[in-house]
């Protein structure tokens, strides 16, 4: 502690957690919330400070922690995920959350949420959380950990500069949500506009279920020849590229193939709606039904189609405890389809809004990037 006392920069003191941030413990019941609002850890976003989403009291039971607008939620546990949110609102949050609150004569409280997004402070918080499947910080040890703090009148300066990055981010993260609203409607009108027929999906192409090569078998895995595409690798890209597991030829041939350009539509569970296009010939496991368009359909046309097409895909699964869609309710879903030409035409409109949102998310990376390093030059390099 002395030597890090002594590198301290000019005017910095070294000072307990507990003297800079409040915990605030108020325990309530669910039923008894005077808010509308709970916000699990579920809810909070590492990518910012801003809450987004939250759910409701009555989605929950047993003990919940009460914040007030202004409030810090953190969360203690699995402290390695880095999930904090400013509350805007009052409302109930989860018990593996903490409240905080600045004091304001020692820390300012715009300050505050940057000082816990530090590397500096996140690596102490995970390195005193217990437990190994569900690690937690304990309050008690986290308010005695001693961190270096700059001057009132330097912490307004920083939190300036970092609060206008961070409304950066938020602009360009508003921009990008509108043009992904913008490009669904606009395909949504040209759809209905260009005289669609209905057709039901086994109508545009062939519809196969994926398999999977038996794992006791090593040589069915023993080379990366071709991706196997599972559920995990549909992430909400428009093509799959890269997978986390590959098969070798042999386990290709027993497989069930299919080529590139072909839509893939989770089937089973949480994630049952969820679509992609291959990027190259490749095998899927039998949670995904592929569509192999015809002459009938563009692939690319089928996506934007079927990425707007969840709650229906949801609603004809069957009802057991594991939603499943299976191969021949997944073929009877009608679609509407316009001619092949207006296909095309709308796609090309489409990529208009693409080559925009892929844009935005290169200049949000940048930004993000940017406060990163903002953040280690004023607030890790004391």
């Known amino acids: 502690m002395k030597s890090e006392r002594s590198q301290l920069n000019n005017g910095w003191e070294m000072v307990k957690f507990g ?3 409040e ?10 919330s005077e808010s509308d ?27 919940k922690l009460r914040f007030w607008k202004g409030d810090i939620i953190f969360g203690r546990r699995r402290a390695y995920q880095r999930k904090l949110a400013i509350a805007e609102f009052d409302g109930i949050c989860s018990a593996h959350a903490i409240v905080l609150r600045a004091k304001p004569k020692i820390i300012r409280p715009n300050f505050l949420p940057f000082f816990l997004k530090s590397d500096m402070f996140m690596e102490r918080a995970i390195g005193i959380s217990v437990g190994s499947l569900s690690p937690t910080i304990n309050w008690k040890t986290l308010r005695e950990e001693e961190f270096p703090l700059p001057p009132l009148d330097e912490q307004k300066h920083i939190a300036e500069i970092l609060w206008a990055a961070d409304e950066t981010v938020e602009r360009y993260e508003d921009a990008k949500v509108n043009t992904i609203k913008s490009m669904n409607a606009v395909f949504r009108n040209l759809v209905q506009n260009g005289k669609p027929r ?41 093509y799959v590229c890269k997978t986390k597991k590959m098969v070798s030829s042999e386990g290709y041939s027993v497989g069930r193939s299919v080529p590139k ?18 990027s190259e010939e490749c095998i899927t496991n039998q949670q995904i039904n592929s569509l192999i368009c015809d002459e009938h359909a563009d692939p690319e046309f089928i996506y934007h ?14 009802c057991t405890a594991v939603p499943i869609l299976n191969k021949t309710q997944f073929s009877n879903i009608y679609v509407d389809i316009p001619d092949i030409e207006m296909q095309r035409a709308i796609v090309n409109t489409v990529r208009y809004f693409e080559r925009a949102e892929i844009a935005m998310s290169g200049y949000l990376d940048e930004i993000r990037a940017l406060v990163k390093n903002l953040l280690k030059k004023y607030v890790d390099n004391f």
């Not at 893939?264 to 296009?277: D, E, F």
């Not at 189609?305 to 069957?318: I, R, T, V, Y």
């Open 198 to 238: 209905k057709m039901k999906i086994r109508e545009l192409g062939a519809v196969i279920t994926g398999s999977t090569p038996s794992t006791k078998n090593s040589a069915f895995y023993s080379s990366n020849d071709f991706m196997f595409i599972s559920p995990a690798d549909i992430d909400g890209d428009k």
């Open 23 to 32: 915990n605030i413990a108020t325990r309530v019941k669910p039923s008894e």
């Open 19 to 21: 003297d800079i941030a």
């Open 37 to 63: 609002i709970y916000v699990g850890l579920e809810h909070l976003d590492p990518e910012t400070l801003h809450l987004k989403k939250w759910g409701q009291p009555s989605d929950v039971e047993g003990d």
């Open 261 to 278: 350009g072909t839509i893939m539509v989770v089937c089973i569970g949480s994630t049952t709606g969820k679509v992609a296009i291959t």
């Open 305 to 318: 189609l079927f990425k707007g097409m969840e709650k229906l895909f949801w609603s004809k699964a069957s």
